[in-house]
């Protein structure tokens, strides 16, 4: 990996084994894109690629020049107003009012490694060799704000990360009213947009549109990432498949308010613009005050989607996620929300633990509903203390039973929330997100703390440190089940409240930074009502998070097939539960259930003494295979072999590292009457290794299951043989392929 700068072409080229990143500094001091594709040669000069010509109806900046309009220009950072009309990466409100700026080069550094984000998640290296940073300063002289530009390329793959710190070397105050962390301008417009949409229980569906002139654009204005649209990106050319073609991933590090746009022009360029929702964010940057953008990351591949996911996921895995379970394998836990709501006593969830640990479980995870006056969803948020008559030795005794049994303990709560019936809001009433003389909109009977108050977090912190702290607690459901109204602090002035959002997301973080390294241990898993901020940002922190409240197998094909395209799966928690499902009510066998949760994180959430013993004798060998199996499933190399969205059969599959185990999974939502002969094409395998189908017995060469294909159709469909088991809807099978060492 290298950055270069050639000073006679004012050219930088920031590239690796996979791409190239070359970048200019325009005649007006502006920096100017030139090149994001493919790794290609550096030379001295590529400035002839800087497109400019003259037109009609078009702005010049130079009066003697017909040919300079930023109009037509391909940029890193532009500002509109300034003969640039398409929408900018960055507004500044000055004092005198007006919104023109006009950043120009003032200087750039190369640093080996990657520097953190103060307080914020961000990708980062572990040694100097695996990354370079450049930081290329720009300077607006009348408002007096410096803008600096990260760019970093890592040694491995197709990525570059991106953000903007701001600083205000003037004496006046600048007001920030949009700050994008990336933006890309790119030569043509002949992409497909692929996005991850949906909404409560039905999150990452896959969605595909083709690019038209004007704005294509998605976004949340709901204080969290959203169920509604994930903070990714892909546009694609028209011919990209899974396997191979050109593609651009855009990921945004960030679990809040966001927008992620492109702007296809008269010209058919296209401008990406992902950062901080413009509409929702405002900083006021008094002089001397600095300000950080979040990171967006974007991946380039031209080996396929599946190529641009498989990178995505090495490094959210290995560079995003941090600490002690980033590289371990999840435990495997058994939740009881779904076994009994808000409906439990000490000794139901015992006996659970109980049945839970026969089966092999290692975690128990406790839900909603342990403590304050909480028996429904109408009391108790912001009162973190056992509630004594459920559980009379409180969470420490508790813990002590469960781990008396051979487990461990993990507990859920919801640190930004409180409903009005709790001690803790009776005592700060102004610690809610309202606006004054105006009423509070509530979401499932709750309110949302003002985060952006440090007092507010403080005291939420103190509470859930004195459980950690006196409490064997190893593992942390984080849940956040409402998105933010009236988004007002008390506590900021006038002309801070724009701050808000952003602010309330930085409480939040401050909040994980300091429980996730003051109790290293703890495994925390993110949730928000299921896929409501499934993001990086959260990554960062929680190296795993409740994918979807909808736990059914078929409706999470979909689900984590979708999550897939940019998040490892050792992030996608995924849990087994009972028929009929209770979002669906659809009836789905054990097995077809396990064998899709197994790609993820795994775990149970029923009542397991409520199953048969032929049940009970299953779900321990789904958990002996899920053990044996679960370093490929969780960290081997991910592929996408047929898709839910575009037909009756799901396959994906989990290759090892060192490709001697293979795990397939094959999934048909419908049986098929008579149906045709199917193979599925594998990827990933050695060409030349010997694997063992473990279902068949038989062996196969890796070119042959690539190339060939793994036989997946069945004899049942129409006309049973005797003694073989009719297959039915549903169904599903895994694949395991392993060379057997000699
Ligand atoms: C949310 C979560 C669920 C569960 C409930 C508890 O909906 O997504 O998994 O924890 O809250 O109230």
Redesign the pocket.
């Given at each position: 990996m290298q950055i270069f700068y050639h000073e006679g072409s004012r050219t930088f080229h920031l590239c690796n084994d996979s791409i190239s990143y070359i970048m200019t500094i325009l005649r007006n001091g502006h920096l100017g894109q030139l090149y994001f594709g493919k790794r290609i040669q550096d030379k001295e000069d590529f400035s002839y690629l800087l497109e400019t010509c003259e037109r009609p109806m078009t702005s010049y900046l130079y009066e003697n020049d017909r040919t300079f309009s930023l109009e037509h220009i391909r940029q890193e950072y532009p500002v509109f107003g300034t003969t640039d009309y398409r929408q900018p990466a960055v507004e500044i409100l000055q004092e005198n009012g007006s919104r023109i700026s006009d950043f120009q080069y003032q200087s750039h550094e190369i640093r080996e490694g990657k520097p953190g984000l103060r307080g914020l998640p961000a990708t980062y290296a572990e040694e100097n060799e695996e990354a370079k940073t450049l930081i290329v300063t720009l300077y607006d002289a009348v408002s007096g704000v410096r803008a600096e530009l990260l760019y970093t390329i890592f040694a491995l793959g197709g990525v570059l990360a991106r953000s903007v710190r701001f600083f205000n070397a003037g004496g006046k105050t600048a007001y920030i009213t949009r700050a994008m962390s990336l933006c890309l301008d790119l030569p043509d417009c002949d992409y497909e947009w692929l996005q991850l949409s949906g909404c409560w229980a039905r999150e990452c569906q896959i969605q595909t549109r083709n690019l038209a002139p004007g704005i294509s654009s998605i976004g949340s204005m709901r204080g969290n990432s959203s169920h509604e649209q994930n903070p990714f990106l892909v546009l694609k050319r028209k011919h990209t498949d899974e396997r191979q073609g050109e593609a651009i991933g855009f990921s945004f590090l960030y679990s809040g308010n966001f927008r992620i746009q492109a702007e296809v022009d008269a010209h058919e360029t296209l401008r990406v613009l992902v950062g901080l929702d413009p509409e929702t964010f405002t900083w006021k940057l008094a002089g001397g005050e600095a300000f950080q953008t979040p990171e967006a990351v974007m991946v380039y591949t031209d080996q396929g989607c599946n190529h641009m996911s498989q990178t995505f996921h090495r490094l959210y895995q290995k560079r995003l996620a941090r600490g002690y379970w980033r590289d371990r394998p999840r435990p495997i836990l058994i939740n009881n929300?779904e076994a009994t709501y808000f409906d439990f006593t000490e000794e139901r969830l015992v006996e659970l633990a109980k049945k839970a640990k026969e089966c092999g479980v290692e975690l128990f995870v406790l839900?909603?509903g342990w403590f304050g006056a909480r028996s429904s969803?109408k009391a108790g948020l912001g009162d973190w203390v056992a509630n004594r008559k459920r559980l009379a030795g409180g969470i420490a005794g508790l813990a002590e039973k469960i781990e008396g049994l051979g487990l461990k303990f993990g507990l859920?709560f919801e640190p930004e929330m409180v409903n009005k019936d709790s001690d803790f809001y009776r005592a700060h009433p102004d610690w809610i997100l309202s606006t004054p003389e105006r009423s509070a909109s509530h979401g499932r009977y709750q309110y949302v703390l003002d985060f952006s108050r440090k007092e507010a977090v403080d005291a939420i912190y103190v509470q859930m440190a004195k459980i950690l702290r006196e409490a064997k607690v190893s593992y942390i459901?984080w849940?956040m089940?409402r998105s933010i109204t009236e988004c007002y602090s008390a506590a900021l002035p006038p002309d801070r409240q724009g701050e808000t959002y952003h602010r309330y997301m930085l409480g939040v973080y401050a909040l994980y930074e300091r429980l996730t390294s003051e109790f290293p241990d703890v495994l925390f898993e993110s949730?928000a009502?299921?896929g409501g901020r499934f993001d990086p940002g959260m990554l960062y922190y929680a190296p795993q998070g409740?994918a979807s409240?909808n736990s059914d197998a078929v409706e999470r094909l979909k689900i984590q097939y979708g999550a897939s395209m940019c998040y490892p799966v050792s992030s996608i928690g995924s849990h087994v539960s009972v028929t009929p499902n209770h979002q669906v009510f659809r009836n789905t066998p054990l097995h077809t259930r396990a064998n899709v949760a197994c790609f993820g994180t795994f775990g149970y959430e029923l009542d397991l003494n409520q199953l048969t013993k032929e049940e009970l004798e299953e779900v321990k060998e789904q958990i002996a295979f899920f053990k044996r199996y679960r370093r490929v499933l969780q960290f081997g190399s991910f592929y996408r072999l047929k898709s839910p969205f575009e037909g009756n059969e799901t396959v994906w599959m989990a290759v090892s590292e060192d490709q001697k185990t293979a795990i397939v999974g094959w999934y048909r939502v419908l049986n098929c009457v008579n149906a045709s002969y199917t193979r599925v094409r594998l990827q990933g395998l050695h060409p030349a290794y010997r694997y063992r189908n473990a279902r068949t017995g038989r062996y196969h060469y890796g070119d042959e299951l690539m190339h060939v294909g793994l036989l997946t159709s069945d004899e049942t469909a129409g006309q049973v043989p005797d003694g073989v088991e009719p297959y039915t809807d549903y169904e599903s099978r895994i694949y395991v392929l392993e060379v057997e060492e000699t």
């Open positions: 929300w839900d909603d969803d859920w459901k849940d089940n949730c009502s299921g409740w409240d």
